[in-house]
């Protein structure tokens, strides 16, 4: 149905890749090779790149965090699904800090661009669903990808789509432009976190063996 892998199966590299090899044997070798190419490279270019995307994925599964990315990626590509698919002018909406180009592979959401729940036959009420199902997947507490947002805005979210049933129900006359929006101060924190996490990477100022060296001397 797509030519691009979806998350759900392409990010089961978090613990191993298909290779057997683990994210820390990987790390120095896609680091060095992406240095190669890129050797100062901004935030959204590592994005935008799949060679220094897959070495800062490799990263961010050392620092436990990878549904930072995952998430900023999926909520991204929910509000642009929205903006299409309502035909939606971005400039109706507000903006974000975030625009990159996207790359022939990154991978799609399951979640966003899969048609699992084609019994819903309206069309926004199957993108409210798309909506709870990333709620589900990164804000209820312990989810398996649970973000890490402030308390008021994980707090706002549950209000909105705890309950299922209400959240689909058609008495909630939300407006598309307002679910649309739904997630944009989670990007917002995940942009944030993840520009921490790339001076962290040191993408620009030692190479990745000697880095990974030195790191595990101060060990």
Not at 66 to 82: A, P, V
């Amino acid at each position: 149905m797509f030519s691009k892998p979806f998350i759900s199966t392409f990010f089961v590299l978090r613990q191993i890749d298909t290779d057997g090899t683990s994210a820390d044997e990987q790390l120095p070798d896609m680091m060095e090779a992406a240095l190669q190419l890129h050797p100062v490279l901004p935030f959204e270019q590592i994005l935008s790149s799949e060679l220094s995307l897959n070495a800062f994925m490799a990263h961010l599964i050392k620092e436990f965090s990878i549904e930072s990315l995952l998430s900023l990626i999926e909520f991204c590509q929910f509000r642009n699904y929205g903006m299409e698919s309502f035909h939606i002018e971005a400039a109706s909406l507000a903006q974000i800090e975030i625009d990159w180009p996207v790359h022939a592979k990154l991978p799609l959401s399951d979640i966003v661009h899969a048609n699992a729940q084609s019994e819903i036959a309206d069309e926004f009420a199957s993108y409210k669903h798309k909506a709870h199902a990333l709620y589900v997947k990164y804000i209820v507490k312990d989810a398996d990808f649970e973000i890490n947002i402030s308390y008021r805005l994980k707090q706002k979210l549950h209000r909105l789509m705890d309950d299922y049933d209400v959240w689909m129900s058609a008495q909630n006359t939300m407006r598309k432009e307002v679910v649309i929006m739904m997630f944009d101060e989670c990007i917002a924190s995940m942009l944030q976190l993840l520009r921490a996490s790339k001076h962290r990477f040191k993408f620009e100022q030692a190479s990745p063996k000697s880095m990974l060296k030195d790191q595990s001397s101060n060990n």
